[in-house]
């Protein structure tokens, strides 16, 4: 189904100096956003990259200062409970969880190579699933804290060569509609953000033709984010995202 929630508030939320962030796919182009807003707006941020050797790379790109890095793969819970510990016991407690992670493919069912749903399930669900999982736990202890992921706006229209992006977005949909269930009354809050198609120099590179006046622009999907952990306007727990700020 669609989403009939309001939109969240995307002007700039809430001071974040002193808060601890943890977000997850900073080597993609809205994670990377987010990472740098969030150090300019003086939180402290610990990054979980999937890979290896995405932690010297991420380092030398956002530095030490205020920023750690870490590897999680993405369905290995122990690595995310040791991050998590480090996390906290480095940059102090976790305020929030902004779950960027996420893949996109496009191609017909029957034409599409057989691991192409696991792919787009793993990064749009599982890796997000297995860092909450490590994180939940410590934020009901605190009553406090929020878990924020990057949904689709699609889920629910359709579409041609898009049926397994659209599945696993819409789990991702259901996922957050439940987590958000469980944690009422214990002071976290579990919500996603659901942007149109969002306005990347990756996205203008894959549909050179289409006409990206009725996309997201960067900038909005990044506040919105912030807006959802800290300052969320409507009922939720999924937020579409409006094209502009004003």
Not at 38 to 66: D, H, N, P, Y
Not at 80 to 97: E, Q, S
Request: with cysteine; proline share 5%.
């Amino acid at each position: 189904m669609r989403e009939r929630a309001s939109p969240v508030m995307t002007q700039d939320p809430t001071s974040l100096s002193g808060k601890v962030l943890v977000v997850g796919g900073a080597s993609g182009q809205v994670g990377g956003a987010v990472v740098r807003y969030a150090l300019e707006a003086g939180a402290r941020v610990a990054i979980a990259v999937r890979k290896s050797w995405q932690v010297e790379k991420t380092t030398a790109q956002f530095g030490t200062k205020s920023v750690l890095v870490g590897c999680v793969p993405d369905v290995d819970g122990e690595a995310a409970a040791g991050f998590a510990k480090g996390a906290n016991d480095a940059l102090g407690p976790i305020d929030a969880l902004l779950c960027c992670n996420g893949a996109f493919a496009a191609s017909e069912i029957g034409r599409d190579s057989t691991g192409d749903l696991q792919d787009l399930m793993t990064a749009n669900l599982f890796a997000v699933a297995n860092l909450a999982r490590a994180m939940v736990g410590s934020m009901k202890q605190r009553r406090l804290g929020s878990i924020v992921c990057v949904g689709s706006a699609g889920v629910g229209l359709g579409g041609a060569g898009v049926a397994n992006y659209l599945a696993s977005k819409a789990a991702l949909h259901e996922w957050v509609r439940a987590l958000a269930a469980e944690l009422v009354g214990t002071g976290v809050r579990a919500a996603a953000i659901v942007p149109s198609t969002i306005d990347t120099p990756s996205n203008r590179a894959a549909m050179p033709g289409a006409d990206t006046s009725q996309w997201v622009p960067m900038d909005v999907v990044v506040r919105a984010m912030f807006a959802a952990a800290f300052a969320p306007v409507g009922s939720g727990p999924l937020y579409p995202v409006p094209r502009s700020t004003s």
